[in-house]
C-alpha cells in the first residue's frame, strides 16, 4: 500500500487532494471522500478522513481524500466551492492511468455537510446544461454513500430547540452569492433532492439522532427543529436502490475519527458492499 501523495485538482491553495492506492496490479475502485464542517472554512479538514482511507485502502480501495474551498476562502461559495467538487472528482480522469483505478467503479463518501456535497455530485448529471456550477462532468459516479448527512441545503440555517441557528451562524447566503428566497434557481441547483432519481445506487449510514425525520421530532441533538423531507422514501419512490443502516445512539464523529466504532465499521462496510454490488 502506498503513502497518500498529495495532488492539485485545481489552481487555488485549498483545490488539493490526498490519493492513497492499494498495493498491487489493479485497477482499484476509487472512494472518493468530502470531510464535514458546516460549509465553513474554519470548521472540517481534510485530515478528518485520513482513518477512513486508510481503513479503505486495507480493503483494496483506493482513497481520494480531497479538500475543497469553502464559505470564508476567497475561492468559496458561489460558483467556487461546486466547481472545486467537481473538479476534485473529474479529475480522477488525469489519475487513472498512472495509478491504475477503476473509473467505472467510482464511489462518493461524505459526511455531515459533506453528505450533502457527494448528495450534489451524484445529481450533478441532472443539472441543465446552462448551469453555472455543472461543469462538465469527465467521471461518473458509480455509487453514493452519505453519512449522518442531511440532504436538504436549508437545514444550515435552520434553528434548534435552544433557538440557536444550526451551525451558529447564517450559511446560506454567502454560499450562493444571494438571498436564497430571492435566489431560487440557485437554492433548486444546490438541493440534490431536487434532481431525483440521480441514477446511482446509495446508502445512507445515520445515528438515530438525526433518522427516521417522521413522526416530526426536534433533530440532531435538538439542533434543528425544521420539519425535514425523508430522504431515503422519495429516493426509493423516485425509482433509486438505496439501503439505509441506522446507528443507534452514535456520536456524529465516531462515524469519522474513530475505528472500531459501530459507526466507524458501518461507513466502512457500506462503502465496500456497495463497491461489491458495482
Known sequence: MSEPIRIAYGETPTSYGELSVPGGPGSFPVVMLLHGGCWLASRGAMEDYRQMAEALLGDGIA????????????????????????????????????????????????????????????????????????????????????????????????????????????????????????????????????????GVPQAYVVNSGRYPVTPYRALAQGRTTLDMPDYPALARAAGDAIEVEIVEGADHFDFIHEPGTEGFEAVRRAVVKLIGRI
Open 63 to 198: 482513497a481520494w481524500n480531497v479538500e475543497y474551498s469553502r464559505v470564508g476562502h476567497d475561492h468559496g461559495g458561489w460558483p467556487g466551492t461546486f466547481r472545486d467538487l467537481g473538479g476534485a472528482l473529474d479529475h480522477l480522469a488525469v489519475l487513472a492511468g498512472a495509478h491504475a483505478l477503476d473509473l467505472a467503479r467510482v464511489v462518493v463518501l461524505g459526511h455531515s455537510s459533506g453528505g450533502h456535497f457527494g448528495a450534489w455530485l451524484a445529481a450533478r448529471p441532472k443539472l441543465p446544461a446552462d448551469s453555472t456550477i455543472k461543469g462538465a462532468p469527465k467521471v461518473a459516479l458509480a455509487g453514493a454513500v452519505i453519512n449522518d448527512a442531511f440532504i436538504d441545503p436549508r437545514v444550515i440555517d435552520s434553528t434548534g430547540v435552544d433557538g440557536e441557528l444550526y451551525c451558529g451562524e447564517p450559511i446560506i447566503e454567502r454560499l450562493i452569492g444571494g438571498d436564497p428566497a430571492e435566489r431560487t434557481d440557485r437554492m433548486k441547483e444546490i438541493s440534490p433532492l431536487e434532481w431525483l432519481p440521480w
